[in-house]
């Protein structure tokens, strides 16, 4: 699809815009950044821009200047990054690239101010999200939240959770611009576990046809490790609770436990596999010298 231009949005009426489909995506009053605060932040330094098609805005992506180590002595202007802070697709455009080219026009306006780290968080459970920030955009993962919002009464908390990975967008990194440039080799899982990945919570379908964890996670292998997630976790959470909160303890635990044992989130999968469609984080160990974020954590 390519009837629409990316540009940035600063009058009140296209930020009333933006407005107006947050509540649409997340139909909270609570989860809403509202139009004042996003003039404000489009008039001292962040970015709001939009995906238009004609005069709808199809899509949006906010972001704001942040420091990649906060606790540094450093100073600020040696120490910024960009936050992106929320990004949302209208439904009947979702799957068409236009998260994608809002997250490249975010990664342009990065690299126009200098500035070499976008980072954001994501639910780690969506496998679509996952998709597009690790596989198609070439973050990385090295940090876990447990509840980053809390476990109160949110849009953005599911069942009492809301655990988030945080993506590691090193927007000049070879890696980066290998993967966007398409010049980074995509492997299989067919090819990873030929490498000496081996998966470590392979899945079972329920009698509804709903993946089910792993009772037991192996051990990684080699620098190698493969985590599965469910295909559409969306689909869990409105058909069976009990289900989706096993995941979500059961992610939290597998997840955690490579991450502080040293592995960090570097590629993800998803596509057939044994008869049914699955979905895996590719981990590895010790792989990125690239890799120079402070590991900040709230917990
Ligand atoms: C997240 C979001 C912004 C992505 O926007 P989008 O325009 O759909 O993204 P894209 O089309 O560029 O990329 C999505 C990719 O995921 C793929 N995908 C779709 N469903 C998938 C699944 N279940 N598992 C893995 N990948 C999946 C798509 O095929 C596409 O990849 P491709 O281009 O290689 O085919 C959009 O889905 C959205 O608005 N979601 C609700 C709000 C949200 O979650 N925002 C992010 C957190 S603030």
């Not at 930020?15 to 947050?22: D, F, K, R």
């Not at 000496?196 to 192996?218: H, K, M, W, Y």
């Amino acid at each position: 699809m390519s009837d629409y231009v990316i540009r940035s949005l600063k009058t009140l009426e296209e930020l009333q815009a933006v407005e107006t489909l947050q509540r649409l995506v997340w139909d909270d009053p609570k989860t809403v950044i509202y139009s004042h605060m996003l003039i404000s932040l489009a008039r001292n330094g962040g970015s709001i821009l939009g995906a238009l098609r004609g005069d709808q805005l199809i899509g949006f992506i906010i972001s704001y200047l942040g420091l990649e180590a906060p606790e540094s002595e450093r100073p600020a202007m040696a120490n910024l990054k960009l936050v992106s802070q929320r990004m949302a697709v209208q439904p009947e455009y979702r799957g068409t690239g236009v998260g994608y080219e809002l997250k490249l026009a975010q990664r342009n306006f990065a690299i126009g101010l200098g500035i070499r780290l976008i980072t954001w968080t994501f639910d780690p459970l969506l496998s679509r999200n996952a998709h597009l920030n690790i596989r198609k955009l070439g973050a990385i993962g090295q940090v876990y939240y447990r509840d980053y919002y809390g476990s109160g009464d949110s849009a953005l908390v599911k069942l009492h959770s809301s655990d988030r990975l945080l993506a590691e967008w090193w927007v000049t990194s070879n890696r980066v611009e290998q993967r966007i440039n398409g010049r980074r080799s995509s492997l299989t899982l067919q090819q990873y576990l030929e490498g000496n990945a081996n998966i470590l919570n392979p899945t079972s379908a329920n009698a509804q046809g709903l993946p089910v964890p792993a009772e037991r996670i192996e051990p990684p292998q080699s620098t190698l490790a493969l985590v599965e997630i469910p295909t559409d976790y969306d689909a869990i959470l409105s058909r069976d609770l009990d289900l989706a909160q096993a995941w979500r303890a059961h992610s939290r635990e597998v997840l955690e436990r490579l991450l502080n044992d040293g592995y960090a989130v570097t590629d993800f999968i998803h596509g057939v596999y044994e008869g049914r469609e699955r979905s895996f984080y590719v981990l590895s160990y010790g792989e990125y010298s690239e890799i120079r974020i402070s590991r900040f954590s709230t917990n």
